[in-house]
């Protein structure tokens, strides 16, 4: 639940045509992970509210953990007089946006991702459990534990940050990535949980393999990524054979 | 649909050191993290487009560092603007920044530029090929767009209209609009607001300092080397990028980030630079130098007010 306390928003015009819209939780409210979870919600409402009423007057609206970005159709608008707008229109409807990010209803689906923790797409899970002190099994069964939110997209098309992970399974990347990580693996860095849309290089701890298709890229445009920031999400594990029949691949 | 107009081969006979279809980029899509691409020179783009009266995003090709060549396969108009190079069709001398007429089975070719690093070569009615989110700009970095988003290369076949042009005057960019890419550059900085990053003597350090550009800059970002600057925190997280932000990562040497930026980034960011200065900066080579001078917004929106509106944009 975010705090009866409401985040401080700054608007702020940052560029010729960027308006930077910072959310910041009060200290004693920043450190707590479902007052960063529910955040990174009330940021993807308020992104649909700014869609839903200036549409036309946008060309892009990037969401992140405790900011939104966005950029304005220049200069056929002109930046000042939405930024007036904006700064109304977020602050009419505040109290309804925590109300909605707190309420059961209008909560987002949660969206399931299954995942394969075999040995041999679980590149680091023996690493990781020598570091951490904890078996493989604890190590999968508090990832797939957890309900994650998306709290940014970004790094690559449909790389998904989740926060975030039970804190005896955080871990730092690798020292020394990977020079490629296969499309669909499942990892974990710092507090987050995060997959692969594509086969790229990756500094993060593999511990799973999913055929979840992140990023399609010739759908058409409300199909390319099937998570936003906001988003909820659990993984569910899968044995081998589901996993193959699914069209997944254990090969590197 | 491609099937119900007239299409004509252009074969690359040579590809030069980079070569990409460019157009505005896309529009609407970085929040799902794809990059905006589009042409890194904005200014010689859209001159090449206005020559030849195509409509200003109609895609082209971006060629770096010349040493590109291709022959036509039908009658057509072309322009090539940017950098300063020597140009020849059939080996015959041509100038830049105008139109120019092409016949079937010409040879064009490009040289290595004196000055400046990109050209841009318009063709009427724009390139031919499919679009990826709405345009046609090929994004390498990701390995997005048109050509399975890969750059171009010798043998590569790209399709534009076969069809003739009715104009008879040929137009030409006035030599007052013309950059001298040689000169060293002042870029315009608006410094992040009510900055918790950085502190006003560092900001003021930053304004004050001259920097080279570094041989690790490129489509994603320019990197500078200089004074360094020191950020009152380690990292923040993630937010948005907009084009021309100016990150300050751990080695204190600025980045300016610009067309193939990643969508979001951690590192403090300490200004942003003029868009029409940006697209000068990105015809500048490494070693280069720069220098930065503090602007207002409304300054620098007055400017690009004033560059978009004579294109119609």
Redesign the interface.
Known sequence: MLSAKIPDT?I???????I?L?FDLSPENAQSIENKKSLAQHIGLV?SLLLDHFAQSF???????????I?VD??RVE?EIILHDIKSLVSSKKEALIDLSNANTNRPETIEIPVYYGEEVALDLKALSDTLNLAPEKIIQLHKAQEYTVC????????A?LGFVDERIACARKSTPRAKVAKGSVGIADQQSGIYP?QSPGGWNIIGRTNFPL?S?SAE?SK??PL??GDRVRFIEIDKHSFLDQGGSVDD | MLTTKTLAKLNIKKAGAACSIQDLGR????????SQGGAADLHAYLWANYLIENNAGAAAFEITLGQFAIEFEADTEIAITGAEANATINGESVALWCGLKIKAGDLLEIKLPRTGLLNYLSISGGIQCEQ??GSRTIVAR???GPNGGCTLKLGDNIHYLARTSKRKSTRSTPSHYIPDYGQSINLKA?P???SDYFSASEVERFLASSYLISPQSNRMGYRLKGASLKSMSSGL?????????VQVPADGNPIILLSDR???GGYPKIA?I??LDCYQLAQRRPGQEIRFEEAS?PQ??NG??EF??FFGL
């Open positions: 700054t702020q015009l940052i560029a010729e045509d960027a930077m910072r992104r060309v892009e609206l990037i969401p992140s953990y405790s900011s939104l970005l950029i220049f200069p930046p940014a997209l970004g790094f690559s098309p449909g790389f940050y594509m990023f890229p445009p390319l990524c936003k920031v | 529009k609407g899509f970085q929040y799902l993290g794809l990826h989110f990701e390995k997005t608006i992040t607001p009510a997280p993630s937010e948005g990028i907009n084009f021309g932000a990643q969508t979001l942003s003029s868009k917004i620098c929106q690009l007010r978009l509106n």
